[in-house]
T-cell receptor, first 111, second 113 residues
Framework: QQPVQSPQAVILREGEDAVINCSSS?????VHWYRQKHGEAPVFLMI?????EQKGHEKISASFNEKKQQSSLYLTASQLSYSGTYFCGTDNTGTASKLTFGTGTRLQVTL | DAGVIQSPRHEVTEMGQEVTLRCKPISGHDYLFWYRQTMMRGLELLIYFNNNVPIDDSGMPEDRFSAKMPNASFSTLKIQPSEPRDSAVYFC???????????FGNGTRLTVT
């Protein structure tokens, strides 16, 4: 079963912040985050492992709440280049090789 | 590194025809994945290989779909016979080891008329 992402879509002005959530109905072992621009392939952003750690990548960071079976992606001081669709990929089996991708969140950053 | 290479980029075929999609993973990567992306169903895992061995093909929709990895540098996804509902973008991805980032190819946009 696909993890559910929220919101489905968000429009930001450059410099604003956003949070994208990813919720799973099953136990989470790890979470991957990817960004896909229109007509292109998904590009890796970060991996979070069991333990609730928070990771960062430039002005993009993420958290992983094992108990709540969810992860959140934080985008601060958004830039035009952040526009795209964000996907979480969850490992619900502990194999870490079989990722189930979420429904996607479309993010548009405007001037 | 050249990244994951897929061919063709676009494929238009008629219902009933055989379609073969090709993928060259990044050299040294142990895992290879085939995903399908549609507006309705998003990114779905079809099958994945570890060291050229198919590990999980539970996502392959029907017997019309088959995938092979004859060696570490090449994989194919075949659809025979193709149907209009197979129209989608098919991505191949590879990863270095267990629980490492997926590197996606540019995808093959398949249209079955």
């Amino acid at each position: 079963q696909q993890p559910v992402q929220s919101p489905q879509a968000v429009i930001l002005r450059e410099g604003e912040d956003a949070v994208i959530n990813c919720s799973s109905s099953k136990a989470l072992y790890s979470v991957h985050w990817y960004r896909q621009k229109h007509g292109e392939a998904p590009v890796f952003l970060m991996i979070l492992l069991k333990g609730g750690e928070q990771k960062g990548h430039e002005k993009i960071s993420a958290s992983f709440n094992e108990k709540k079976q969810q992860s959140s992606l934080y985008l601060t001081a958004s830039q035009l280049s952040y526009s795209g669709t964000y996907f979480c990929g969850t490992d619900n089996t502990g194999t870490a090789s079989k990722l189930t991708f979420g429904t996607g969140t479309r993010l548009q950053v405007t001037l | 590194d050249a990244g994951v290479i897929q061919s063709p980029r676009h494929e238009v075929t008629e219902m009933g025809q055989e379609v073969t999609l090709r993928c060259k993973p990044i050299s040294g990567h142990d895992y290879l994945f085939w995903y399908r992306q549609t507006m309705m169903r998003g990114l779905e895992l079809l099958i994945y290989f570890n060291n050229n061995v198919p590990i999980d093909d539970s996502g392959m929709p029907e017997d019309r779909f088959s995938a092979k990895m004859p060696n570490a540098s090449f994989s194919t996804l075949k659809i025979q016979p193709s149907e209009p509902r197979d129209s989608a973008v098919y991505f191949c991805a590879s990863s270095l080891v267990y629980n490492s980032p997926l590197h996606f190819g540019n995808g093959t946009r398949l249209t079955v008329t």
